[in-house]
């Protein structure tokens, strides 16, 4: 048996191919359910109703989707152009830290601006700091051929270190009886809420209006069709005339200012100051679910609340049923793998040889 490129892959096809990837995983995971001794359908009412069967649970996917959305924004756009960007972790930490860095300062010792300033001049520290972590593995690969791969997933535990060393330093809130978090964003820094009663904030709107964005930026522009040139074939566009190092450096402060501001929305908007354990692997997630959604960027935002809801729904399941959390976990990997093989089966067929 061979593979054999396609010479027009379906368009109906490709559409149905992450509907039929995760249906076929739903099955498949069904198997597990089963040997953890539980009712398949009981199973996957519950985690669905955990997830979206009310308004607080829909506000909680909703809440966990926003990291998620930017995160797999920041790897979407990266991996168009073939900048393998798996830093988004670091990168939003980065983010995080400048926002508080920036926010948390008003009324201290500088930052002594109005609220309408000071909000932007936050946002902007928090995507300039996640750009300038990634523009230096960006700068190694167009300049010394260095693996991406490799040095921001590095940088991912350089920063944790950081943040390690600053929130027991010089970011500590002294009013917080010796536990390792920052000080607080000023009150009038925290974003408002979508839905009175719950977490969902306005962090939602500002993801799903950059996804729109990016969309228009990678379809209806020069750049966009320079990225897309850059990561479909990099020879063929620099003999084109595109710029491949512009279009990487461009990339490269595009997707570490996306992962960037997720750190300062995630904080703004949820916690209202910085942790160790602020994200649960937003970084990691942003990977999975940009291969979910095929790198589109609206498709981002469905398979970011997929995602969401998986992991949201998993508690409701594990009480109701009684099988492990780490099912849902399963359902979000092999949803990935399904999608893989969905993708190369529209791409390419198999042929006897």
């Known amino acids: 048996m061979r593979l054999e490129k396609r010479p027009t892959p ?11 990837a995760v249906l076929f995983t739903l099955l498949v995971s069904g198997l597990l359910v089963l040997w953890a001794g539980a009712p398949v359908g009981a199973t996957y009412a519950a985690l669905f109703k955990g997830a979206f069967g009310s308004l607080f649970a829909l506000s909680e996917t909703l809440t966990r989707a926003v990291p998620l ?51 932007p001049l936050m946002l902007l520290a928090a995507a300039l700091a996640g750009a300038a972590l990634l523009l230096g593995p960006a700068l190694m690969k167009t ?18 270190l950081l943040v390690a060393y600053l929130l027991d330093g010089p ?23 979508l839905i009175p009663q719950t ?19 990678l379809q209806r522009t020069v750049a966009g069709f320079d990225i897309r040139a850059a990561g479909a074939n990099p020879r063929a566009a620099a003999f084109a005339g595109v710029s491949v190092t512009r279009t990487v450096v461009l990339v490269a402060l ?37 291969m979910l959604a095929g790198l589109h960027p609206l498709g981002v935002v469905a398979s970011a609340i997929f995602v969401a809801g998986m992991l949201v729904g998993a508690d409701s399941m594990s009480r109701a049923v009684g099988v492990p959390n780490a099912i849902a976990d399963v359902i979000v990997a092999a949803s990935l793998l399904s999608v893989l093989v969905a993708s190369l089966l529209t791409q390419y067929r198999l042929r006897r040889k």
């Open 10 to 20: 379906s368009k109906a096809a490709m559409v149905a191919a992450p509907l039929g």
């Open 69 to 119: 959305i930017l995160t797999g924004l920041a790897a979407a756009v990266a991996f168009r152009a073939r900048l393998f960007n798996i830093g988004a972790e670091g990168q939003l930490y980065a983010g995080a830290v400048a926002a508080v860095a920036v926010g948390g300062m008003h009324g201290g010792t500088g930052f002594e601006l109005p609220m309408y300033l000071l909000f």
């Open 143 to 160: 300049r010394l051929g260095v693996d991406e791969v490799v040095t921001t997933l590095l940088l991912n535990f350089v920063m944790l």
């Open 171 to 193: 970011m500590k809130d002294p009013m917080a009886m010796g536990w390792p978090q920052s000080v607080a964003l000023q009150g009038d820094l925290e974003l408002g809420k």
């Open 199 to 217: 977490r969902l904030h306005t962090g939602l709107a500002v993801a799903v209006g950059l996804a729109v964005a990016l969309w228009l930026l």
């Open 254 to 290: 595009l997707s570490g200012g996306l992962a960037g501001l997720a750190g300062a929305i995630e904080v703004a908007g949820r916690t209202s100051y910085l942790t160790l354990d602020m994200s649960p692997g937003y970084g990691y997630s942003g990977i999975v679910i940009a």
